[in-house]
Nanobody, 121 residues
Framework: QVQLVESGGGLVQAGGSLRLSCAAS????????MAWFRQAPGKEREFVAA????????DYADSVKGRFTISRDNAKNTVWLQMDSLKPEDTAVYYC??????????????WGQGTQVTVSS
């Protein structure tokens, strides 16, 4: 089992940057693919980015490709989401997720509590 704690959210102006962190507990972090999802008010939770267990494979939603970068450090049990060129439509609660399988579906086994990102225009 793994516990996930996100941090780094906040308020930023359009065009700005934020870096989200997700710290995982346990000694088996490297056995999990990691992902970020987001949920805006009144909308369903959607896939943002994912990274394989080794970090060698990444996947991005079209809406964030070229602006967001997912990375991980297995020695630090941490995954990050670097968000650049932020837009008001990126405003959402961002969730970190973990599973043994890399996927875009919202069926990851473990989830964090979420961190709010607000982008002002």
């Amino acid at each position: 089992q793994v516990q996930l704690v996100e941090s780094g959210g906040g308020l930023v102006q359009a065009g700005g940057s934020l870096r989200l962190s997700c710290a995982a507990s346990g000694r088996t972090f490297s056995s999990y693919a990691m992902a970020w999802f987001r949920q805006a008010p009144g909308k369903e939770r959607e896939f943002v980015a994912a990274i394989s267990r080794s970090g060698g494979i990444t996947d991005y939603a079209d809406s964030v490709k070229g602006r967001f970068t997912i990375s991980r450090d297995n020695a630090k049990n941490t995954v990050w989401l670097q968000m650049d060129s932020l837009k008001p439509e990126d405003t959402a609660v961002y969730y970190c997720a973990a599973d043994h399988f890399l996927m875009r579906d919202k069926v990851y086994a473990y989830w964090g509590q979420g961190t709010q990102v607000t982008v002002s225009s």
